[in-house]
């Protein structure tokens, strides 16, 4: 069974390049919060209400963590094989469904909105990770891994290309915004949105991380260029702090891959938070945006960092 360390700084911590030690705090350690889930992902921080949710994809649910007490509970099920999850500029639940092939919101009622799913009488693949920009406008990646079996989902067919989409916050128009990332999977925007950033998942021989210039007003993407290549490690889900760092899920194969590997904005590798699994996704939340909450594998974790989380994730 895993266990904390007790010494500071915790050696899980790990220090690539210099300058990670501006973002990192000896005096923080990797805390597990919750365990016995068969695959986590789209960890989402309320701090209206002081609690975190995130998915338990094979098991159909979204679960719920208090911050307060510990807590763990059962938020939804079924969730339609929810995968990522983010709130939107007026605080609500968006959610990414496998089984449901589509994106929703959750009212502040409890009632489900469908924002997307199909595109020209088309259904949608399989949701998987999603971000809102300043606009208010929804983005989100639409690979296959969702209907690829009966594990994470129900095993279908593509109708449409694997893509990245855009939902207008205002007339609910959805614009694919590109369609030739190898499995488009986490995605996130640079604190000053020029930047859209979106993981390759079954680019070869290695997994990427793809940059994209957000051009006329926010409306289109140009560009396509590779901004890390992962080399051995696999990486899932992202988010970006407000310098601009990648705080990337991380893993798979190399048990010293697995947990979070972090970029500079210029792609340097500068840490990496060791985990006793491969981590799925992240987000920062607390109250000051400066705690990292990983979903990895069969669990929850979270650290206390030296920054904090850009909007929008």
């Not at 007026?90 to 089984?99: K, N, W």
């Not at 859209?196 to 997994?207: C, G, I, K, Q, T």
Request: charged share 25%.
């Amino acid at each position: 069974m895993w266990a904390p360390s007790q010494r500071y700084p915790d050696p899980n911590v790990q220090v690539l390049d210099p300058s990670f030690n501006a973002l990192r705090l000896p005096l923080a350690s990797v805390e597990q919060l919750a365990t016995g889930c068969r695959w986590s992902e789209g960890p989402v921080y309320f701090g209206d209400g002081r609690y975190l949710l995130w998915s338990d994809i094979p098991n159909d649910r979204i679960l719920k963590w208090e911050e307060e007490t510990g807590a763990v509970s059962v938020f939804r099920k079924t969730s339609w094989n929810a995968n990522g999850n983010t709130r939107d500029r007026q605080g609500r639940l968006v959610t990414c469904e496998h089984r449901g092939r589509r994106v929703t919101r959750t009212e502040y009622d409890g009632s489900i909105t469908i924002l997307m799913d199909r595109h020209e009488g088309k259904p949608l693949n399989s949701p998987n990770d999603v971000v809102v920009k300043s606009d208010g406008s929804i983005w989100f990646t639409d690979p296959t891994f969702g209907i690829s079996g009966y594990y994470e989902g129900e095993k279908a067919a593509s109708e449409i290309p694997a893509a990245v989409w855009r939902v207008d916050a205002q007339t609910g128009h959805a614009t694919m915004m590109a369609d030739d990332i190898e499995g488009p999977n986490g995605l996130a925007f640079s604190p000053d949105e020029q930047l859209l950033y979106v993981v390759a998942s079954r680019a070869e021989p290695n997994r990427l991380i793809r940059a994209f210039d957000v051009v006329d007003g926010g409306s289109k993407l140009a560009r396509n260029r590779v901004f890390i290549d992962a080399e051995a490690g696999t990486p899932d889900g992202f988010r970006v702090d407000i310098h601009g760092n990648l705080w990337c899920g991380w893993g798979m194969g190399q048990n010293e891959l697995d947990g979070v590997r972090v970029f500079d904005k210029s792609a340097t590798p500068i840490g990496h938070i060791t985990l006793p699994e491969r981590a799925a996704n992240l987000c920062f939340g607390g109250r000051f945006r400066n705690r990292l909450f990983m979903a990895a594998s069969h669990g929850l974790y979270a650290l206390y960092v030296n920054t904090q989380g850009a909007v929008g994730g």
